[in-house]
């Protein structure tokens, strides 16, 4: 077991996992954080699940050298596509979004109509469906939503193109009569507006961000992990270029990301 001290490594092909980071820094006030967005090969959503698989254990090694004492796999196309192996692959906690969300939904859904928004990697992997397969009375609606994370990355969380796209994308979902909505991508939480306006009150989102954060604290917490009596730092990494993004950062959470420094060895 690592020293409780130790920062939480936090890992997205990008920018959607800051929504992760933000719910962990609100409940878990004392950690340290360091974040490593792989922007320079970002998006993991259209590429084949193995090369996909292949950087994110690159970048998860990077996280778990770098001597954290807990990685969160905070983008559900990367989940989806080492779910299988990064538990037994590393010697500390590994929490990812797709198992807290696929849970969540199970218990919030009264109709057993459960519908999924996600990128076209995590539908093809069938992650949430395997996931949810042994759940009686259960039925799971998946929409691939290509376009959402282009939009949220230029900041466009609403407006009329987007409402269209939001209600082509969603439509097939509500004449399944899903009472639940499952937001398989950390990049929607930034669409809550849009998707609540097409969908109505009566269908409940279900934010595989804000599950995978308090799966975070229980791990931590239940682990004798957590740490307190300290305010914690952020640390950032990226592949990419570091103006772009502290940039797309700031417009995503809209907190500054101090210092954010390049990670030319793993491109
Ligand atoms: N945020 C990622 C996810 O949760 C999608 C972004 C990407 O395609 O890289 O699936």
């Given at each position: 077991m690592r020293d409780v001290d130790a920062p939480i490594g936090i890992f997205d092909s990008g920018f959607g996992g800051l929504t992760v980071a933000?719910?962990?820094?609100?409940?878990?006030?004392?950690?340290?954080?360091?974040?490593?967005?792989?922007?320079a090969r970002a998006p993991y959503g259209p590429l084949p699940i193995s090369e996909a698989r292949e950087y994110a254990l690159e970048c998860l090694d990077h996280l778990y050298e770098m001597g954290v004492k807990a990685l969160v796999i905070a983008c559900n196309t990367a989940s989806a596509a080492v779910l299988r192996d990064a538990?037994?692959?590393?010697?500390?906690?590994?929490?990812?979004?797709?198992?807290?969300?696929?849970?969540?939904?199970?218990?919030?859904?009264?109709?057993?109509?459960?519908?999924?928004?996600?990128?076209?990697?995590?539908?093809?992997?069938?992650?949430?469906?395997?996931?949810?397969a042994a759940v009686p009375g259960v039925r799971l609606h998946t929409a691939p939503c290509p376009m959402f994370v282009e939009y949220v990355e230029r900041g466009v969380t609403g407006g009329p193109e987007l409402l269209m796209?939001?209600?082509?994308?969603?439509?097939?979902?509500q004449q399944a009569g899903i009472d639940t909505l499952i937001l398989g991508c950390t990049h929607y939480p930034l669409l809550t507006g849009v998707l609540s306006y097409v969908l109505g009150d009566e269908?409940?989102?279900?934010?595989?961000?804000?599950?995978?954060?308090?799966?975070?604290?229980r791990t931590l917490t239940t682990g004798g992990l957590a740490r307190s009596g300290h305010t914690g730092e952020r640390q950032f990494l990226t592949t990419g270029n570091p103006d772009r993004f502290s940039g797309i950062g700031r417009r995503l959470i809209g907190a500054s990301l101090d210092e954010v420094v390049q990670l030319s060895t793993l491109r």
């Open positions: 933000r719910a962990v820094w609100d409940q878990l006030s004392a950690e340290d954080t360091v974040y490593l967005g792989d922007t538990r037994e692959r590393y010697d500390v906690p590994v929490i990812e979004v797709i198992l807290p969300a696929a849970r969540r939904a199970v218990r919030v859904t009264k109709s057993g109509q459960v519908g999924l928004i996600c990128t076209v990697g995590t539908a093809m992997s069938q992650s949430y469906d395997d996931a949810m796209m939001a209600t082509a994308y969603l439509t097939p979902l269908v409940t989102l279900v934010s595989s961000s804000e599950e995978c954060a308090k799966e975070v604290y």
